[in-house]
């Protein structure tokens, strides 16, 4: 769900090239997500082993990591720890609209609709612990870092960005400039294509600066975590009904502070029966989340066998992972040449 405030954030295209040398922290379940939804047939189904297990984020997982690893970004995945109490709104409307998908989705089955079944079975996805444990037993093998948030991933890895550990936080959520990170990029893991109706456009990854957002939209901190309580964020999903980021920003600025802008919503006629949450509670949330300021982050070693154990126990072709053997030798070696050096 995350935050709603694409129409008001500038952004700048970059090259993947861009980030040679950086090290990233990745929004982990964000990502995962994401693989888990867009990896799939053309009627929907995700990818699958003889078991019938999902497969589709083993497969991301590898291969975008893979890429991006050759490119020279060292890699950190975030995994969620324990969310806020004021989230299982969130979770209760996310499972509302997967039992609405999957009414539509049987439909289209029935129908033999392809396409129907393509669009509703990606508002299916379910991330279990199984697929998590999967997610980081490859991640290790392939030499990436993981964290385990004591909450919010995004939270965590905007703490880590803001101790200057990485250079930017990976995420397709704008919630990570409400926990402060001072550079965001979208887009790292998505394919480098994407089918429209037109034909296929090229994606490149977007780069967000925090700093530069509070410039351009001439507001602080606290006004960017207003526009976000306003628009709707995980704690608040869908905001307060008729304002959207526009209007939430035209508000900041004309009343200023947080207290002042909730104070003039509850004394107007239009909103006072729309502010249905504690905003002060999301304030906190968002201004002193549970992040565990003491982890470590280290770097594991690349282990292809385990690599190639994990990929095979799921039918993946052995051949096309010793192919791509290749291009992590190559990973292992310039890293052993900085350390050298």
Sequence with gaps: MGLQITDIVPKKEIEI???????????????????????????????????????????????????????????????????????????????????EAKEKYEKAVEAEDIEGMGKYSRSLVRLDEEKIKESKELLNAMGIAIVQASGEGEAQASYICKKGETYAVASQDYDCLLFETPLLIQNL????????????????????????????LGINQEQLITIGVLSGTDYNPGGILGIGPKKALKLVKEHKTAEAVFKFLESDEKFKD????????????????????????EFPKIDFEKIKSILMEHDFSEERIESQFDKLREVKEKNKQKTLF
């Design 17 to 99: 090239s861009d980030l040679r040398g950086k090290t990233i922290a990745v929004d982990a379940f964000n990502v995962i997500y994401q693989f888990l939804s867009t990896i799939r047939q053309p009627d929907g189904t995700p990818l699958m082993d003889s078991k019938q297990r999902v497969t589709s984020h083993l497969s991301g997982l590898f291969y975008r990591n893979l890429s991006l690893l050759q490119e020279g970004i060292k890699l950190i995945y975030v995994f969620d720890g324990k969310h806020p109490e004021l989230k299982r709104r969130t979770h209760e409307k996310r499972q509302e609209a997967k039992d």
């Design 189 to 216: 893991t998505l394919a480098k294509k994407r089918k429209t109706v037109s034909g296929y456009v090229e994606i490149k990854p977007q780069l967000i600066e925090l700093k530069g957002v509070l410039g351009e």
């Design 274 to 297: 729309k502010v249905w949450f504690d905003w002060k509670e999301i304030f906190e949330l968002m201004k002193n989340p549970d992040v565990d300021k003491s982890c470590k982050i």
